[in-house]
């Protein structure tokens, strides 16, 4: 789950970590008042999305102007101003690919004059199981063109979670961002202060860019971006209710409720499967044939006629899907029960595009005949790569 800029500062300052004051805006009449609040001279109105690059974004509409996501204002009066542009016109940046993303709130907070910008992050690292720092002195730039052009430029380690995060973690975070003096004490302080918050929140990233370095030597979050593991959300009622279900796909947001594993991607074919290698799998096979899977959805192992009538629903309310496949190994599963939510789907939504069914396992010959008997017009796969033969020819003609 992800949260908005605001919210993820809001939450680091909790945990004591130095950041700019700010007041979020979801209304155009609440800028001027939001705006004087702030001491200024210098105000930074931000656009809120779930998305990167927003500084060098562009809207789809002219009222917006062109400047960007991220805007600077010398007055009350400016910054107001500047909010209402933005408020309710799309965004596009590198991140929200060509669609972008509407702008619903607005962040404005006080200006920070900066001497240096710094890259820090903490992340999940899956392949040694524990946290991770990465850090370098490339502040302000996607770190991903950093990683590309000069990765030595930045440095990673873990912590080990039998010992804990120690001092010398923040002082080895301090020495790859050259902080010096006092500097290594505050980097040592804040470094602290994340990894417990990280902990604490069940984080899944954590990411500062920039660390700003100011004129005086003081270190401040200048932009902070945060997302939690999903399946530990149930643990934090104060971090759920900063959940932003504007900013999700709908499709996705609808599956979560029923807890389907969906996540829409850009093909043609829908796919409906059981297990998340088979799902895998599945979409695999789709692209070796010549076509592109829509989605990944999981009905998982114990899924209801119910939750399968759901899955079939969220499927086809994507206007991009061309075609279905089903493909479901009965295990734990009953291929009876998934012939059955499908039927049941089908006859309440219709059926407008070509379905593809391909069972196996457990009651699969009752499956069968269900789907056989239903009266509709199904066409049966033998086998994976048969149903992902017939289900390509169906949709490409």
């Known amino acids: 789950m992800n949260i908005h800029e605001y919210q993820a500062k809001a939450l680091l300052k909790s945990y004591g970590c130095p950041v700019s004051d700010g007041r979020a805006v979801l209304k155009a009449e609440e800028a001027k008042t939001a705006a004087g609040e702030l001491d200024g001279p210098l105000w930074v109105v931000k656009a809120q999305i779930h998305a990167g690059g927003r500084g060098k974004g562009k809207f789809k509409e002219p009222e917006a102007g062109e400047k960007g996501g991220v805007r600077l204002a010398k007055s009350v009066e400016e910054a107001a101003e500047l909010a209402k542009q933005m408020l309710g016109r799309t965004l596009v940046t590198h991140q929200t690919g060509p669609a972008g993303k509407q702008v619903n709130r607005i962040y404005i907070e006080d200006g920070s004059d900066i001497a240096r910008e710094l890259y820090l992050a903490l992340l999940v690292d899956r392949q040694s199981s524990r946290v991770s720092f990465v850090a370098s002195t490339e502040g302000g730039m996607d770190i991903e063109e950093v990683a590309a052009s000069t990765p030595e430029k930045i440095v990673s380690f873990s912590v080990d979670p039998a010992s804990g995060f120690s001092d010398f973690h923040g002082r080895r975070v301090a020495f790859a961002l050259g902080l010096e003096g006092a500097q290594v004490k505050q980097c040592v302080a804040l470094t602290k202060n994340l990894y417990r918050a990280f902990l604490e929140k069940d984080m899944e ?193």
């Not at 979050?221 to 999903?230: E, N, P, T, W, Y």
């Not at 291929?335 to 039927?343: P, S």
């Not at 017009?377 to 390509?392: C, M």
């Open 205 to 397: 990233m954590l990411e500062i860019n920039p660390l700003i370095v100011m004129p005086d030597g003081n270190l401040k979050v200048l932009d902070a971006k945060v997302s939690f593991d999903g399946n530990a959300i149930y643990r934090h009622p104060d971090v759920a209710a900063l959940r932003d279900e504007t900013e999700e796909d709908p499709k996705e947001l609808a599956a979560s409720k029923f807890d389907l594993n969906y996540i829409a991607l850009d093909g043609e074919i829908g796919c409906m499967v059981n297990g998340a290698g088979l799902a895998m799998a599945t979409m695999d096979i789709i692209k070796l044939y010549g076509a592109e899977p829509a989605n990944f959805l999981d009905v998982g192992g114990g899924a209801t006629k119910e939750k399968v009538t759901e899955a079939f629903k969220i499927i086809t309310s994507d206007p991009n899907v061309k075609g279905i496949l089903v493909n479901i190994f009965g295990g734990i599963m009953r291929c009876d029960i998934i012939a059955e939510g499908v039927i049941s789907a089908v006859k309440e939504v219709g059926l407008q595009v070509p379905l593809v069914v391909r069972l196996e396992g457990t009651n699969v010959e009752l499956g069968k005949d269900i789907i056989r008997n239903s009266g509709l017009n199904v066409i049966a796969g033998d086998d994976l790569a048969d149903a992902a033969k017939k289900i390509v020819k169906a949709v490409k003609g």
